[in-house]
């Protein structure tokens, strides 16, 4: 078992009230780490942050990622617990569905794909290391990606542009973060049983899917495991690691 979350431990989680996110709060929670979760959907926070509020500390932000404001509300509150271990940029959205080809995909569309995939976690990312740096104990950035940011699916090509370019933009904060203590890992979830992938392939068969509870296990392995300033994962890999 991973030692290395800890009582105490400060966690950022965007887009907790459901999926994948929600299960990494439910880990985090059990460890005893101060899990900060948001969503847009006040009413849908709510239940999720009173369902996993029986396991643990946790608290609910209602907002949208790409909002500043918001953005910096959920460092704000880690901020007032005084650390920051750990932020999982997990919320992400997939833009339109049916997922529109290159050729239809409006400027609106793929404006928002960026907004919410891109620049709110590299926003986060840069209030979050302020306080990140301040401490001596490893602080982790989790950003979470997806195959089709690095296999040409048909279909995926706004969205996987936006996997793609976060994925690089990991790999250069984990250079320029050499000599400290900031580690940033990349983690594929691969196809999960929840509503983003009933939204892009609505007649996929749930059966052969994997239940976002074992990602979220796969993942918190994943951080305890980390060697290197950067890697990059795919949970799938890892599920009952
Ligand atoms: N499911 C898969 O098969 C799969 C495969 C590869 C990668 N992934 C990645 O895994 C991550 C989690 O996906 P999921 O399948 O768990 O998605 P999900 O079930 O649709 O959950 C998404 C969560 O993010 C929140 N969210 C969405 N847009 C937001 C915004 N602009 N601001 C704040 N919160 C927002 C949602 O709440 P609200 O809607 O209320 O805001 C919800 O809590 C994503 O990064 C996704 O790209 C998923």
Redesign the pocket.
């Known amino acids: 078992m991973d030692t290395w979350f800890e009582a105490g431990h400060v966690a950022v989680v965007?887009?907790?009230?459901?999926?994948?996110?929600?299960e990494i709060a439910r880990e985090l929670i059990s460890r005893g780490v101060y899990t900060i979760i948001?969503?847009?959907?006040a009413a849908?926070?709510n239940a999720a942050v009173a369902e996993l509020q029986t396991g643990g500390a946790v608290l609910g932000i209602a907002?949208?990622?790409?909002d500043k404001e918001h953005a910096h509300a959920l460092i704000a509150a880690a901020r007032e617990r005084g650390r920051l271990d750990l932020l999982v940029n997990?919320?992400?959205?997939l833009g339109a569905v049916p997922l529109p080809r290159i050729d239809e995909l409006s400027e609106s569309t793929f404006d928002e794909i960026f907004s919410?995939n891109v620049f709110?976690p590299i926003h986060l990312m840069q209030h979050a290391l302020q306080l990140m740096r301040r401490g001596h104990d490893p602080a982790t950035i989790v950003n979470?990606?997806?195959?089709?940011g690095v296999e040409p699916y048909a279909g995926w090509g706004g969205y996987g542009a936006s996997?793609a370019a976060l994925e690089h933009v990991s790999r250069v904060l984990a250079a320029e973060l050499q000599d400290t203590p900031v580690r940033v890992l990349v983690a594929?979830?691969?196809?999960?049983n929840?509503?983003?992938?009933r939204?892009a392939i609505p007649d996929a068969d749930p059966s052969d899917?994997r239940d976002?509870a074992d990602s979220a296990r796969a993942l918190l392995v994943a951080v305890a495991r980390m060697k290197a300033p950067f890697e990059r994962v795919r949970l799938a890999g890892l599920v009952n690691a």
């Open positions: 965007t887009g907790g009230s459901r999926g994948l996110g929600k948001d969503g847009r959907d849908a926070l907002g949208d990622v790409a997990n919320a992400s959205t919410v709110a979470i990606t997806s195959d089709a996997k594929d979830p691969g196809d999960m929840t509503q983003m992938h939204d899917l976002p």
